[in-house]
């Protein structure tokens, strides 16, 4: 068939090199059917059109001239865009097939049909540009898809509209704006066997993180139907990540990441015969569980990387699974163009110093921050409304907001995931954008004064107003080398990924507790009482959180369990020491359901806190869900690099009590490799040091308390701030004397206190007294380490 006229090409002899015939898109298609189908890709079947076959079609309908003379009309502004579109694409429309061409591309649905067992399948008819892989990859895309269509005729249509849609405003527009001739351009139509994802689900997947070009994930995007409300950014889509290294070890479930989106419509097929889809509210039901099991989400992590190893590049590729059989399909692929190209010499870090209240949230893009006022436009129609540098708020975006896009200096938008339009274009023009607020268009008003802020990790910020913001920027290129190791101190487990290109030791102090705060948001023990918990406004909340969860503290488990795995992930195989939970009685209470369990107490900084609590029977079962997810990340996920750290324990008396609780709850110390370490925080953990060294694998040394406990000072006072210092000699003595007590006893020691983050030349100290680690914020760690390669020599 394809030496009868070149103009239908099977995917199966289609290779990449194959782009100027049958474009980006169908040479990928091809490539992968090629390639990797006995890799477990699986592409549904089909064939495109060539370029050659587009030209055949302008040629025989004489089409040439018409494009020529509107473009030089347009370009002497004799008629309007919309005019020259418009004349364009009806001529197209209207253009008879060439015979050969019709009888081609007939054969081969026939012969698709035929192949799937059945007459008249139907088919996804999809455009690829052939001028379209150009560097702004993301305005690729800017031609139409048709899905769901059926039988010669309706096919017929859709590829004459696929050719159409070449000459669309925006497509003119930028075409102009890019310098390319019209006449140049070609389009390859892509007809592919329909994945029965109306009954089941798609979204799209990169092989890397969108935000920070974190290369050992993959970011997916569910929603239930077909899959362009994804990829437009009409729904906000369930979001898994997964963690390549790990894939490949049977037993191991690596996933990092998984939130519940809400999903409010699918897109199905709108008849059963005549072809054609619309959008339906999704149930209840739908809404409240996860699109793909975790075998799912693995099984697609796994056929990211196996693209990703096949092309050599990270990758941006759309999935989607048949509900009717179950199989996973990959319906394109293409090169990722933000994060493989951005400048990884150097990291930009914005800290929000002074900000107004938070009005709204949404999932951040990108980590920068912007502040102006709001240009709220709801129809494509309007954008002549838009005023330069504002920052916009829309509902959703597709290629047509470009151009005001690319004059803003932030965008809000109501509904998408990472993986949206707005999403990418915003990343890709170096925008910040908070996507998927449901509600920014009701809420925010034109000539608003709002600060968007994306510098705290997955969640997006809008405050009231103007902040005051800081810029830093930390150069990687000449970090020096140090025998001391320096680690990172990281609190959030959305914001970690950003740091993976310092060059680390590995994690010196994850708090729980801040996990437990920013991803479970309930107390422990809330979870446990559910059912006679007193306060039905907090169960109501409580069962909205846990929906997706058979049993309440599962949900505890499980997400407690993936935040820590971001924050072992960015390290691994390098070490990251967990602190089991430390909030004192007033913070834990501020938990959702917390106040029925905790004590008040005048002074909860030197009461109920740290390993005190855990065998406790006030709390000991909430100590077992913290301790079932270690367990989880260490032997479910796979994260063995994670090692146990036990706050504030005041007697060895109490270390044995709270190390026969872990070992009841499943996590022994030295079985599966487990170190479990004692925070240095207390005057009695430096006296009895050697006492503690029996019972720990190391010690890290906490400045914050120890020198609150040694100089009695309040760390959070202001009357006495001026006393409360690191550096005085009996502090100095405390820390000294720990670090020389300790190594006599063959335990390691550390120190994950705030003082050398705060005053980088405090590293020299340490330095000199043998220390073996510092653990630093990430913002101070190139100071810290220039500091200490300078102590050391
Ligand atoms: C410390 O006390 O120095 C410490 C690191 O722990 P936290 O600040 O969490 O009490
Ligand atoms: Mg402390």
Not at 742 to 762: E, W, Y
Request: negative net charge; aromatic residues 6%.
């Amino acid at each position: 068939m394809q030496t009868e006229l070149k103009t239908v090409i099977w995917f199966e002899t289609l290779s990449r090199g194959d782009v100027a015939l049958v474009g980006g898109k169908n040479s990928s298609l091809g490539e992968m059917v090629q390639q990797l189908g006995a890799k477990g890709i699986q592409v549904p079947p089909g064939f495109a059109t060539t370029s050659d076959a587009f030209r055949e079609f302008i040629r025989a309908n004489e089409l040439n001239a018409l494009i020529a003379d509107t473009m030089e009309d347009l370009a002497a502004h004799k008629i309007t865009l919309q005019e020259a579109g418009s004349s364009i694409r009806t001529a197209i429309v209207k253009g008879d097939w060439p015979e050969a061409s019709r009888a081609a591309i007939v054969a081969a649905y026939h012969e698709l049909s035929e192949r799937s067992g059945h007459s008249d399948i139907p088919v996804a008819v999809r455009s690829s540009a052939t001028a379209e892989d150009l560097p702004d990859a993301s305005f690729a895309g800017q031609q139409e898809t048709f899905l769901n269509v059926r039988g010669e005729a309706a096919l017929l249509a859709a590829c004459s509209r696929c050719y159409a849609s070449l000459f669309t405003d925006r497509a003119i527009t930028y075409r102009q704006i890019q310098g390319f001739d019209h006449n140049q351009v070609a389009l390859s139509i892509g007809v592919q066997r329909m994945v029965r994802s109306d009954i089941g689900g798609s979204g799209v997947m990169f092989s890397i993180d969108t935000e920070t070009g974190f290369d050992k994930v993959v970011l997916i995007n569910a929603a239930w139907g077909l899959g362009e409300n994804v990829v437009q950014g009409a729904v906000n889509p369930d979001e898994y990540m997964v963690y390549k290294p790990l894939l490949n070890q049977p037993d191991l479930v690596p996933i990092v990441e998984k939130t519940l989106g809400a999903k409010e419509k699918k897109m199905i097929y709108a008849g059963r015969t005549g072809g054609d889809i619309k959008n339906v509210p999704t149930s209840r039901a739908e809404r409240a569980s996860f699109v793909l099991n975790d075998a799912e989400i693995l099984e697609l992590g796994r056929q990211a990387a196996t693209i990703e190893d096949h092309y050599g590049q990270p990758m941006d590729m759309e999935w989607a699974k048949d509900g009717e059989t179950g199989e996973l399909f990959i319906v394109q692929a293409r090169p990722e163009t933000v994060q493989s190209r951005a400048d990884t010499g150097a990291m930009k870090s914005y800290t929000i110093k002074e900000a107004g209240p938070v009005i709204l949230k949404g999932l951040s893009v990108g980590a920068a921050v912007a502040a102006g006022r709001i240009c709220l436009i709801e129809h494509a129609s309007d954008i002549d409304r838009f005023v330069d540098g504002a920052i916009l708020v829309t509902s959703t975006t597709d290629p047509d907001w470009v151009p005001i896009m690319k004059r803003a200096a932030a965008i809000i938008t109501d509904h998408g995931g990472r993986t949206s339009h707005a999403a990418i274009v915003s990343r890709e023009l170096g925008l910040p954008a908070i996507v998927g607020t449901g509600i920014a268009t009701h809420v925010l008003h034109d000539e608003q004064e709002v600060t968007v802020d994306c510098s705290g990790g997955d969640a997006g910020l809008i405050h009231a107003g103007i902040a005051e913001y800081e810029v830093e920027e930390l150069r990687l290129d000449h970090v020096p080398e140090t025998r001391t190791r320096i680690m990172l101190n990281l609190a959030n487990p959305s914001a970690a990924f950003r740091w993976w290109r310092l060059p680390s030791e590995g994690v010196g102090l994850a708090r729980m507790e801040f996990v437990v705060n920013s991803a479970v948001q309930v107390h422990p023990m809330a979870l446990v009482n559910y059912d006679t918990l007193p306060d039905d406004e907090v169960k109501a909340q409580i069962a909205e959180l846990t929906q997706a969860y058979d049993a309440k503290p599962e949900f505890f488990v499980e997400t407690l369990a993936r935040g820590l795995s971001r924050i072992c992930a960015v390290a691994y195989p390098k070490p990251v020491i967990i602190r089991m939970s430390d909030f004192k009685t007033n913070e834990y209470a501020e938990l959702l359901g917390g106040h029925a369990f905790e004590p008040k107490e005048e002074n909860p900084m030197i009461g109920f806190r740290g390993a005190s609590r855990y065998y406790s029977p006030r709390y000991r079962e909430g100590f077992a869900l913290e301790c079932r997810a270690i367990k989880m990340l260490r032997e479910t996920m796979g994260f063995d690099n994670a090692i146990v750290m036990i706050p504030f324990c005041r007697t060895p008396e109490e270390a044995d009590r709270v190390l026969e609780v872990m070992a009841e709850n499943g996590l022994a110390r030295g079985e599966n490799g487990l170190q479990v370490y004692v925070m240095g925080e207390i005057p009695s953990n430096v006296i009895r040091a050697d006492e503690f060294a029996e019972r720990f694998d190391g010690f890290s040394i906490g400045s914050n308390d120890l020198t609150q406990l040694t100089l009695g000072i309040d760390r959070d006072g202001e009357e006495l701030a001026d006393l409360f210092r690191e550096d005085d000699p009996a502090v100095i003595w405390m820390i000294k004397t720990l670090i020389e007590r300790a190594h006599a006893a063959g335990a390691k020691v550390g120190l994950c206190g705030q003082a050398p983050s705060n005053d980088p030349a405090f590293a020299r100290l340490l330095v000199e007294a043998g220390i073996d680690t510092i653990s630093v914020t990430p913002d101070s760690f190139l100071a810290v380490k220039t500091h200490v390669a300078d102590a050391e020599s």
